[in-house]
């Protein structure tokens, strides 16, 4: 029997906020049928243990090491049957009516293939939800500048949204997506490790007829970054290989090289701005992120850096 919704979520030791993501589907779900898979990436922090003992309904997956986010995500599609597919990171928690908005929304128009909502901060403020397909306008100068300069082009938060409206893509934190979808595309690129998988997702969709479209409706709170936050300059590591990816794939060889030039340049940049500009701790880590993103660009990018075999490190603000 197919059930109406299949939850998705992956975690590497992010025990805390995987338990309120979790319990926040639980809390906010009444009106259809759903199931839920958490594949853990090989988590050293008791996740895997304290999510049986908490949720026993969720089906969970378990990696011995960390796979990356596209590989576990196509591990567990490959598992679910539900008509619509929700994508959460663990650091996400559903408001009450976000899942009926955006179900609704997917049952209203059958040709969409990804909905996603208005992301918010603790304090209710707007986060970026909408992700252009990066060109180098987009990947070499201010997203915020395009937005406000061409807000048709590049829509963001910056506007006011009363209606759904049809995007490039989404930013990944919260998805639905449509099972006829997925069967159609194929399930996300594990080329991607960390970061841009969806976009990739998106582009591949709407190059087959789906459409994307932004639902400003469905408020869904994002924390942001908990599992790169223990690894920063790792996990930026991953998003810039994840750019290169990108334009590989879509762009071509020159606008890479073009792309990866200009972005060698803003890094050098940053690093001479925080050296005679900036003082204190937080502005000596970025230097020394900004070095180790130069020295990674001039060894040619090497695949074996980033996130791919970090180990867990335990922090002194994070919670047991």
């Known amino acids: ?44 922090d008791g996740s895997p243990e304290t999510i049986k003992d908490v949720f026993p309904q969720a089906h969970l997956i378990l990696n011995k090491e960390n796979l990356g986010f596209a ?16 994508l959460m990171n663990s650091d996400v928690m559903l408001k009450e009516g976000t899942v009926q908005v955006l179900v609704s929304f997917m049952d209203d128009n ?20 909408i992700a252009p397909f990066p060109s180098l306008a987009t990947e070499l100068f201010s997203k915020r500048l395009l937005r406000i300069l061409f807000p048709q082009r590049y ?20 998805i639905i997506v449509r099972r006829k979808a ?24 709407k190059d087959k007829g789906w459409r994307i479209c932004f639902v400003p409706q469905a408020h869904i709170l994002h924390l942001q970054g908990a599992s ?14 994840s750019r290169y990816l990108f334009f590989t794939k879509y762009r071509g060889t020159l606008r890479t090289h073009f792309l990866k030039i200009g972005l060698m340049v803003r890094i050098v940049g940053g690093m001479m701005a925080d050296f ?22 001039l060894k040619s990018c090497p695949p074996n850096e980033g996130l791919r075999g970090v180990k867990y490190v335990r922090t002194s603000h994070q919670k047991n």
């Open 228 to 241: 790169a936050a223990m690894a920063k300059t790792e996990a930026k590591i991953e998003f810039y290989r």
């Open 71 to 86: 590989r576990a995500t196509n591990q567990a599609l490959a598992q679910t049957r539900g008509r619509y597919v929700f």
């Open 182 to 205: 997925i069967e159609e595309v194929g399930g996300l690129d594990e080329e991607y490790f960390f970061f841009m998988e969806e976009t990739d997702w998106c582009l591949r969709m």
């Open 110 to 129: 059958p040709n969409v293939g990804i909905a996603g909502g208005q992301l918010v901060n603790k304090n209710g403020s707007k986060q970026n939800s």
């Open 155 to 174: 829509p963001g938060k910056e506007r006011r949204y009363s209606t759904p409206i049809d995007v490039d893509s989404l930013v990944g934190a919260c």
């Open 1 to 44: 029997m197919q059930l109406d919704l299949s939850f998705i979520l992956v975690n590497w030791n992010t025990k805390a906020l995987i338990l309120e993501a979790l319990g926040s589907i639980f809390d906010t779900v009444h009106d259809y049928t759903f199931e839920i898979t958490v594949v853990d990436n090989g988590s050293e």
């Open 276 to 297: 005679f500009y900036s003082r204190g701790s937080r502005s000596m880590g970025k230097y020394r992120m900004y070095w180790r993103l130069l020295i990674w660009h």
